[in-house]
């Protein structure tokens, strides 16, 4: 409009507090990601093995139930660190395919539609806009791999009973920890392969070369040298390393048998640096052409 007619007035709206100005770009983008059929029914069906687990472990507790459908507590899948293992390995495999559908376009089309300075014109910082669209994921990730995961496990020491509860915390720390590395992981190398890849379809295939290619060329490593750490490139395999140690899978022998779990949090570790170096390198409010 025209400044000489003065009738522009300010924004009079409540503003949003400083400390949750980047849960705006999830806000939005999960109104755009919900507005698909397709995505929700996804979403509806990543639900499927937790409600499993909740009918196997209600069947661990309901005689009346064996009895009608003539089956004994012995027959029944132990309620134990394994169980919990499984349900945790579906639900991180359903993350990925969440990851690699949802997280290639999260930057990409800010970048190619020059959409940053947009962003960074206002009171909103590079980290912000960072941690925003990390955010896409890491909240919608933990929707369906650790929170319907720690309900599985409450519900089962809510019929157990308080000794189950402390004897075995290990396992609610197992599921949040492993969750959490494997989702944030996730998070980071698909938002950086979106800042740096614009095409959507070679972005979902460079998430899944980080995690296929390693583990041959480990395990060439692994046979030239004679030694077990060749697998030290291997996101996934770190993953698995860190599962086994906290879920209780392998014993103290079987536990380095690729690398320490040591080693494996440092995978997480560099990967998660070299994520941030790319990501802090490309979201820029302007681009400096040569």
Same mark, same amino acid.
């Given at each position: 409009m025209a400044v000489y007619e003065h009738s522009y007035k300010p924004y009079e709206g409540r503003l949003t507090p400083e400390w949750a100005r980047f849960l705006v770009l999830p806000r939005y983008a999960y109104q755009d990601l919900f507005k698909y059929k397709t995505f929700i029914t996804l979403f509806? +069906? %990543?639900f499927v093995a937790p409600l499993i687990g909740t009918i196997l472990i209600y069947l661990h507790h309901n005689a009346n139930a064996l009895q009608i459908m *003539? /089956? %004994? &507590? &012995? *027959?029944?899948? !132990? /309620?134990?660190?394994?169980?919990?293992?499984?349900?945790?390995?579906?639900? %991180?495999?359903?993350a990925f395919l969440f990851t690699v559908i949802i997280g290639p376009v999260l930057v990409s089309? *800010?970048?190619?539609?020059?959409?940053? !300075?947009?962003?960074?014109?206002? !009171?909103? %910082?590079?980290?912000?806009? /960072?941690i925003g669209k990390i955010s896409v994921l890491l909240i919608l990730l933990s929707l369906?791999?650790?929170v319907p995961l720690m309900f599985l496990f409450l519900f089962h020491a809510f019929l157990e009973g308080g000794s189950w509860l402390r004897d075995n915390l290990w396992i609610a720390t197992a599921i949040f920890t492993v969750s959490v590395a494997w989702i944030a992981a996730l998070s980071l190398l698909s938002i950086a392969f979106s800042a740096w890849i614009k095409w959507r379809t070679a972005a979902s295939a460079a998430l899944f070369a980080i995690f296929i290619i390693p583990t041959p060329i480990g395990f060439a490593i692994q046979e030239i040298l004679g030694t077990r750490k060749g697998h030290l490139l291997n996101l996934g395999m770190a993953w698995n390393m860190l599962s086994w140690d906290l879920f209780g899978i392998f014993d103290n022998d079987d536990k380095e048998m690729f690398f320490s779990v040591g080693e494996a949090w440092m995978v997480f570790a560099v990967y998660a640096a070299i994520c +941030?170096?790319? +990501?802090?390198?490309?979201v820029r409010a302007y681009e400096v052409v040569s």
């Open positions: 509806v +069906l %990543s *003539d /089956i %004994s &507590a &012995a *027959d029944i899948v !132990p /309620i134990n660190g394994i169980f919990f293992y499984v349900f945790t390995l579906i639900q %991180s495999q359903l089309r *800010d970048l190619a539609n020059n959409a940053l !300075p947009l962003y960074l014109c206002r !009171p909103f %910082s590079r980290f912000e806009y /960072i369906i791999t650790w +941030l170096y790319m +990501l802090w390198r490309k």
